[in-house]
């Protein structure tokens, strides 16, 4: 499934959507119209609705950052973009008070339209072993690629992803995901770790 908002136009008596220009988001796109075509006869469920608050899109907003970091981790996984993306939501309600609803005792993370990070908040993450510092107060950073290493001041919120080599899958799959606190003791401000048998690693620069 993919929710996306999309500005109509009528071109020569014919209702159409543009689509969008972000580039992930006409991935996702071209994947569930492949479904439709492959399973459903070219059939395709749509629910019209008003597009939601405004909120920070396109290249350069934290949105597309995290979006497109997500897509490489689908790329190098095979697993699917939702299920990525829910897995990150699902360890920020645990670690980081994430809105979330509770229905039936079962925890639902809020959607980004829903949210906002606040004015101190920043979100980053990254590819095959990129490297993030962070400059600013009370910042949260994701580093979900495989060797990555991250640096903060501190009172901020650092997230790594350890990955191993799977023989059988013949990729990298996720060993252990984990979320420390700058408290400028146990995690050193301006100090690069990286996620080293499940611990967070003081690392070379």
């Not at 990129?130 to 949260?140: E, F, K, L, Q």
């Not at 995901?177 to 003791?185: A, Q, R, S, W």
């Amino acid at each position: 499934m993919v929710q996306i908002v999309l500005k109509r136009e009528f071109q020569k008596g014919r209702l159409v959507f543009i689509p969008p220009a972000d580039e992930y988001a006409q991935a996702n796109i071209r994947r569930e119209l492949t479904k439709c075509r492959d399973r459903f006869n070219d059939y395709v469920l749509i629910t019209m609705q008003p597009p939601k608050k405004p909120r920070s899109t396109g290249p350069g907003s934290q949105s597309h950052h995290l979006n497109g970091h997500i897509q490489q981790i689908v790329n190098q996984t095979g697993l699917s973009f939702e299920l990525v993306k829910y897995c990150i939501k699902m360890l920020a309600v645990e670690e980081m008070d994430y809105p979330h609803a509770v229905v039936d005792g079962h925890v639902w993370p809020q959607s980004e339209a829903d949210c906002s990070s606040g004015d101190g908040a920043r979100i980053g993450s990254s590819g095959y072993r990129a490297r993030i510092g962070s400059s600013g107060d009370g910042a949260v950073i994701c580093c979900a690629g495989h060797g990555c290493k991250v640096k903060a001041k501190k009172g901020s919120w650092i997230t790594l992803a350890e990955w191993i080599y799977d023989q059988d899958k013949e990729r990298y799959i996720p060993k252990c995901v984990k979320t420390e606190y700058v408290d400028g003791e146990k995690i050193k401000a301006d100090v690069f770790y990286m996620l080293k048998d499940g611990e967070f690693t003081e690392a070379a620069k």
